[in-house]
T-cell receptor
Framework: DAKTTQPNSMESNEEEPVHLPCNHS???????IHWYRQLPSQGPEYVIH???SNVNNRMASLAIAEDRKSSTLILHRATLRDAAVYYC??????????FGKGTRLHILP | GAGVSQTPSNKVTEKGKYVELRCDPI?????LYWYRQSLGQGPEFLIY????????DSGLPNDRFFAVRPEGSVSTLKIQRTERGDSAVYLC???????????FGQGTRLTVV
């Protein structure tokens, strides 16, 4: 399975944008970039995924570098409810989800 | 139901006992996964079902762990001769197909005393 590298933790102020980085220098051409997050005492939940182009949905945006060796999850306006562990995961079609340690995001009121 | 349901939400058992953890996936989802999560760690893959068959059980730690999905819907994770090291949150997830967006349950917190 391809590996991703994320910072252990990050802090952000409430109502400000948050940029969560992920490095995946060994990504293959068929790997999709998925992001999940896990709120305290809950199971992980899907956030967003992409292959080559930037993606937007109601939760977040995903910016993918042109060489695909890194990506950034963008929360446009963080709230206290966004405090969670965010996992960046590479997956082929027909792959299982392999979690790393993720980034623990702290939101300051 | 609307989401993945796991029962019980909490289970305390004595060392050496047998436990069963149940997962009700989203209706129509053919792929079902089990994960185990220890405190401060990301979820660790245990086993994957496609329909009724275990397509990938490479994450099961030893032969005390077994899982079934006899009718391609509900799955049961079975742990024999539990040990204190088995204490963790056991998560179940389902998806329409493997490799696409997965939906997770709230987990079963297993404590072996």
């Amino acid at each position: 399975d391809a590996k991703t590298t994320q910072p252990n933790s990050m802090e952000s102020n409430e109502e400000e944008p948050v940029h969560l980085p992920c490095n995946h220098s060994t990504i293959s051409g068929t790997d999709y970039i998925h992001w999940y997050r896990q709120l305290p005492s809950q199971g992980p939940e899907y956030v967003i995924h992409g292959l080559t182009s930037n993606v937007n949905n109601r939760m977040a945006s995903l910016a993918i570098a042109e060489d695909r060796k890194s990506s950034t999850l963008i929360l446009h306006r963080a709230t206290l409810r966004d405090a969670a562990v965010y996992y960046c995961i590479l997956m082929n079609r027909d792959d299982k989800i392999i979690f790393g340690k993720g980034t623990r995001l702290h939101i300051l009121p | 139901g609307a989401g993945v349901s796991q029962t019980p939400s909490n289970k305390v058992t004595e060392k050496g006992k047998y436990v069963e953890l149940r997962c009700d996936p989203i209706s129509g989802h053919t792929a079902l996964y089990w994960y185990r999560q220890s405190l401060g760690q990301g979820p660790e893959f245990l086993i994957y079902f496609q329909g009724t068959g275990a397509a990938d059980d490479s994450g099961l730690p030893n032969d005390r762990f077994f899982a079934v999905r006899p009718e391609g819907s509900v799955s049961t994770l079975k742990i024999q001769r539990t040990e204190r090291g088995d204490s963790a949150v056991y998560l179940c997830a389902s998806s329409r197909l493997r490799g696409v967006r997965a939906f997770f349950g709230q987990g079963t917190r297993l404590t072996v005393v």
